[in-house]
């Protein structure tokens, strides 16, 4: 058998040695002859018998060499198949339509010896073949079987050469038609994660943000017991998820709590934070707290950060909540009660100074509303760019939208003599002048893309917040100064408050007045929502800064197509469940987001409202306006208008959805009540 084999390749010049070598002397002898005949002819004798053992060596063992190269490649290949077999990883084989043409002992053990000749689909039926099949070189699929995880590795087998050189067997379509499976137990593995996960620690914060209210209603004689309550009612609950806690301020305390504990704690929905609130020994206001949390971060360090980023968040959202920070993702709890004034303005006072020392540093002022301004936003301006000009600064307002209920107020300052013809600009304009030297001052607004100008925070480090909204996730990086309360009634409030501090020989003009009094009147729907003693305060300063109350009221007279269109839309309203939802027409009216705010507040006038919803269009955007009656009887529409990616405050909030139709949004918005009601959201 071996004499009738032929040997290719590299072995075979390798086994053809002898023969060049027997060229090679015998050329050698030749020329030795020529040089010297008696050495050559010794030469020429040995060369001879060299060939004749050349030969009889090459013809006696090729045989042999042959047979024992066969039994090289049968044993090489045995072991092979028998290492495949012997694969602790189960391996298999599939073919073009998914169906286990061999499996090694592994693969056997795992699926049974009846898997083969299936269809893999048959043995796994959650597997998308359908990926298996269009896949390009390889893919990855997860697979659970008999509660084990594996990571299946799906690969091409090119076989179109073995069909080219093999008679045995023929494909069809020669190319991609085998598919090898390989499937690693990662169950283990990431049990082990999980466990390492679970045992991290998680920092977090807890702030009784009304501490000082708290105790100033309590007796003297009971604040001790009152503290040591709270004290006790903090302790017992986060020791009964293994945590520990540490007090190290009269209203802050310091807690490490394990990861796995986490998720109970979130399902309870801090729970903690209602515990506190019932705590009643005579203290005529609630304790709340702010509880910041700090998940998934790469050290103990980064947590605590986390967590103290998530208590200025809560306390920018007016207080008595909790946020869970982890990463870029941030969660709420609570926040379901109503915000209350705080009756001291140090607050106010301290952050007008900052505010003054901000604007001196600089060389101009630039002021901020947002998109769509209403009078609020523009007042609110007003009101900083008269600061800024007390301090011989030059400030300038960004408005690129003048809207109906904007301009009544707005034609007293254009063409005015005792203004300069720059003091409204377009955020185009006001990119062109600003530089490192430019003070922004946004007010009425803390979310950069509802800006009037989202570019503008990048042509300065100096960004300064004067908001009344409750703060979201988004916000504005790295302010140098951020003035944000919720309980306030308006930003015209806040910027008031501000303007009494920030300089004493200020004194507002009064057009000026006028349009910051209409700011506060319209925000507080004629002084009948939101207002407490400081709103009054605000007014009463206005009032003696010059604001006529007649002649505001008469700049904001409506036309007879807005009466029309509040008219048909509290028509066509429909109430659900104490909710009242209307649709307001955007035709003709220039400002129709306006009117359908108006038909927002006209709504709850109607007996068992509780809340309403009015949608209104513009191009491809529907705009809610959601408003609530106060107290016990609301609901705390912000929450919802969170949920689906808006905000504002708990009796007035908005959102801006994209894409959908009104009837689309009216069933998200009765959806999202629904879904929150059953978590006890709101």
């Not at 027409?585 to 509780?610: C, R, Y």
């Not at 929450?639 to 998200?668: C, K, Y």
């Amino acid at each position: 058998m071996g004499n009738n084999m032929e040997v290719r390749g590299r072995l075979k010049w390798y086994l053809r040695w002898p023969i060049i070598l027997n060229i090679i002397v015998g050329l050698m002898a030749i020329g030795v002859i020529i040089i010297d005949h008696r050495a050559g002819l010794l030469v020429g004798i040995f060369f001879l018998f060299h060939l004749i053992f050349s030969v009889i060596v090459s013809f006696y063992s090729k045989p042999a060499i042959m047979e024992e190269l066969i039994d090289f490649g049968l044993q090489f290949g045995q072991v092979q198949k028998k290492l495949l077999h012997e694969l602790e990883v189960p391996y298999g084989v599939l073919d073009s339509e998914g169906k286990i043409m061999w499996e090694n002992d592994a693969l056997s053990r795992l699926l049974g010896d009846v898997a083969v000749h299936k269809n893999i689909q048959n043995v796994f039926p959650s597997l998308d073949i359908k990926k298996i099949r269009t896949m390009e070189d390889k893919c990855y699929i997860e697979i659970v079987h008999e509660e084990r995880i594996f990571r299946t590795e799906f690969c091409r087998m090119n076989v179109a050469e073995f069909s080219q050189h093999n008679d045995m067997v023929s494909f069809e379509h020669p190319e991609n038609v085998l598919i090898a499976m390989f499937m690693f137990d990662e169950t283990d593995i990431r049990r082990y994660i999980r466990e390492n996960q679970e045992q991290k620690l998680v920092a977090g914060i807890i702030f009784i943000d009304n501490y000082e209210e708290a105790m100033s209603s309590t007796e003297e004689v009971r604040r001790s017991l009152l503290s040591a309550l709270i004290d006790r009612k903090i302790t017992k609950y986060m020791q009964s998820y293994d945590a520990i806690v540490s007090k190290v301020e009269k209203d802050r305390y310091v807690f490490v709590v394990n990861h796995k504990h986490m998720s109970a704690i979130q399902s309870s929905r801090f729970s903690l934070l209602d515990e506190v609130r019932e705590i009643n020994i005579g203290n005529e206001m609630s304790v709340t707290l702010c509880i910041g949390v700090g998940m998934n971060a790469i050290s103990y360090s980064q947590s605590y950060l986390w967590a103290q980023n998530a208590i200025d968040l809560a306390l920018g959202r007016g207080g008595d909540q909790a946020v869970v920070k982890a990463g870029d993702k941030i969660s709420y709890y609570g926040g379901k009660t109503k915000q209350v004034e705080k009756g001291t303005r140090v607050r106010a006072r301290v952050k007008a100074h900052a505010l003054k020392q901000i604007i001196l540093g600089k060389e101009r002022v630039v002021i901020m509303g947002h998109k769509i301004g209403d009078v609020d936003s523009f007042g609110s301006a007003i009101g900083i760019y008269r600061a800024a000009k007390s301090l011989n600064k030059p400030a300038h307002i960004v408005i690129n939208e003048i809207t109906t209920s904007v301009r009544p107020i707005i034609n007293s300052f254009k063409n005015n003599p005792d203004y300069e013809p720059d003091m409204f600009l377009k955020s185009s304009e006001a990119a062109a002048i600003m530089n490192m030297e430019t003070a922004l001052i946004i007010v009425d607004v803390n979310r950069p893309s509802y800006t009037e100008g989202p570019e503008l925070l990048d042509r300065t480090k100096t960004v300064v917040i004067l908001d009344h909204h409750r703060q979201s996730s988004e916000s504005v990086e790295n302010p140098v100064l951020s003035y944000i309360e919720p309980y306030a009634s308006s930003a015209c409030e806040m910027v008031a408050e501000v303007l009494q501090y920030i300089n004493d020989g200020l004194k507002l003009r009064p057009i000026e007045a006028d349009a910051m009094f209409a700011g506060l009147m319209i925000d507080t729907n004629n002084f009948s929502s939101k207002t407490g003693v400081r709103t009054f305060e605000a007014a009463a300063f206005l009032k003696k800064s010059g604001a006529d109350i007649n002649r505001v009221h008469l700049a904001f007279r409506d036309s007879i197509e807005i009466y029309k269109a509040r008219a048909e839309a509290v028509r066509d309203a429909h109430m659900e469940n104490g909710m009242a939802y209307a649709v307001c027409p955007a035709e003709g009216l220039e400002s129709p987001t306006i009117v359908g705010a108006q038909v927002a507040n006209e709504l709850l006038n109607i007996t068992g409202i509780k809340a309403s919803y009015v949608f209104t269009r513009i191009k491809d955007t529907i705009y809610v306006s959601a408003r609530s009656v106060e107290g016990n009887d609301g609901i705390n529409v912000q929450l919802v208008m969170e949920r689906i990616g808006g905000g504002g405050h708990s009796t007035i909030a908005g959102v801006q959805l994209q894409n959908m139709s009104e009837s689309q949004a009216i069933a998200l918005v009765k959806q999202t009540i629904q879904t929150m009601q059953k978590e006890g959201a709101i």
